[in-house]
């Protein structure tokens, strides 16, 4: 068994910690790796999502060798055995301690900004990681979330070896894992992509949540009153509205092939068109980035759709993910479905593979869409199909990020239709770095209101 991504990974881990009806529970990820797997769980069980983060305490000589563990809110954890064992004086622990307290300080910092730690006390918590090796992190994050008042641990994992398993199920009151096979080796060799999950990363996912989640999060940090949190899955609850600047998020659902796919629909008032995103292989419409494009769009007045284009058990199957006529043909439908409940012109923004599929749709003969947007996309993969788009299409794509540049360079040679390819220089395929995710939204904005004006409508017509 092997996860496509800590994403996919996330999505399976969370269908089984919601079987165990948790009560008032709060997700917490150990960054980096694990953070984007404990987003996917928060997602499910709506549950605050915060991180958790430990520092092992080695002995100066052997820095291999823990004494012990802290975290946050002065929490210490001895092993006095290994600490006899090595004769460290009262001076020396401290000194240890002073430092890890210091770069762990830091790093929350960076994660939250000024923001409080989630309010564990009497709470159920949930531990994520990406994986489990040693299980000497996981054994002592359980550990400090006790000592933060936790009245129950549930330590949950893609993947572990059975022994790790055996032993942390002292330290949690239960472990879920996904898989845990005899031979082990590393946790990297279980996921097709086991890419560095970056800080900014973290921060998005864990301020992503933050709005979603809404006052339910924000209502169980430390320090204010306390406030009811469900722990029922999300798709059990009600629909629920946010405002976003003058528009109304929505959630939304459509009936596609037979499917049930959720949206997030947001519409500010007068909206001149609506983007529909197409996410890429193994994310979702709770893509941090393509959020982040979408709030800024919304606030320059544009409406935007983010929905899924397969639900949790296609996305199982890796074939599906890259079907691009399968995925065309929902945004296709979805489309339709769109124009039905709102009369308003639509736009595609499309990333990865999910823009194959957004030029592959607005390729189609009565296709009517406005403009096209393309994040690190492969347009390679729509084939034949390039030539019959219409639509002013942007590419956009990272100066380092050769490979695709190199295919998108390749098929606007193939497009007859108006069409730019923008270089954000120095950005890799995932835009992380500073300014890099910024520089799309504008570009986008730019590309998407030139379009939708009334004197480029006129001029299409």
Known sequence: MRFADRTTAGIQLAEEVARLHLDDPV??????????????????????????????????????LGFGAIGEGGVRILNDDVVRAARLGPRERAAVEQAQRTALDGRLRAYRAERPPTKLTGRTVVIVDDGIATGSTASAACQVARARGAARVVLAVPVAPPGAVAELSGEADEVVCLYSPDYFGSVGQWYTDFSQTSDAEVVELLNDRLATSGGATRSAMEGTEAGGVGGGPAAARPAVESAVGSAVEREVEMTIDDRRLPGNLTLPDGAPGVVVFAHGSGSSRHSPR??????????AGLGTLLFDLLTPEEERDRANVFDIPLLARRLTLVTAWLGAEHALPVCYFGASTGAAAALLSAAEPHADIKAVVCRGGRPDLAADALADVRAPTLLIVGGADTQVLDLNRRAAERMHCEHRLDVVPGATHLFEEPGALEAVADLAREWLTEHLSPSAQRARH
């Open 27 to 64: 997700v917490l990820g150990l960054p980096r790796g694990g953070i984007p797997v404990a987003y996917q769980v928060a997602r499910v069980l709506d549950a605050p999502l915060d991180v958790i983060a430990v520092r092992k305490l080695g002995v100066p000589s052997r820095p291999e």
């Open 290 to 299: 393509n959020r982040s494009v979408a709030a800024r769009l919304n606030r």
